[in-house]
């Protein structure tokens, strides 16, 4: 079967199925009345990559769906082109039910720096209504909120709050206490100076 050329090396890498397509070589054609030939999210298909879908696994759709195919994507977060490989969508639709027009629109890293950040959230919160923090909990609650300001999730007047933390301590640090401290600090700087020179504003996000 004769491939269009394209140069995936750019494409982020999948951790299971890798970052160039995998071809089955088998490009179905014929769709018998009342079938759909793959799901409605199929554009940007890449030809040859074929997988039989299960029918009885899929989830319901007045149309079912016989095959799935790699699909080219960019991902809306770091905008690297990425492929939603034909067996994660059979996993989506037919292991975990998701419906039929269910789009995959972020890269396996974003994905994971997500999920990262969503744990990072939690703990602050959790730490946050923790009114009998100890001292290692007041270094986790300022790493949390540098982590999210870092990345934008968290508003930078946050940086407020992670200096009322570092002050909370008095001298009498425990020495791998004071190593963690200094690092926070050292961060903290590198976060006001990446942000010095914009209005305080301008970088809310969330
Ligand atoms: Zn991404």
């Not at 639709?93 to 269910?102: M, N, R, S």
Request: glycine fraction near 4%; hydrophobic fraction near 30%; charged fraction near 35%.
């Amino acid at each position: 079967m004769k491939r269009k050329v394209c140069d995936y090396s750019k494409y982020v890498e999948h951790p299971r199925y890798g970052r160039g397509p995998r071809f089955t070589d088998f490009q179905p054609r014929d769709v018998p009345p009342g079938y759909r030939l793959t799901t409605y999210i199929s554009k940007n298909k890449i030809g040859g990559t074929a997988i039989e879908a299960n029918l009885e696994c899929q989830t319901f759709s007045p149309v079912p769906v016989l095959y799935y195919f790699d699909l080219k994507r960019d991902c809306i977060e770091c905008g690297h082109p990425f492929i939603f490989f034909a067996e994660e969508q059979k996993y989506w639709y037919e292991t975990l039910g998701f419906v039929l027009d269910a789009d995959c629109i972020r890269c396996t890293d974003c994905r994971n720096r997500q999920h990262g950040l969503e744990r990072q959230r939690r703990r602050y919160e959790e730490l946050f209504h923790n009114d009998r923090r100890t001292t290692d909990e007041n270094l986790e609650m300022a790493e949390c909120s540098l982590t999210l300001m870092e990345d934008g999730a968290f508003h930078r007047r946050q940086t407020e709050r992670v200096r009322m933390l570092l002050n909370t301590f008095s001298d009498n640090r425990e020495e791998i206490a004071e190593r963690r401290y200094n690092d926070i600090q050292r961060r903290l700087l590198r976060f006001e100076n990446a942000q010095s020179g914009e209005p305080w504003d301008a970088t809310e996000r969330r």
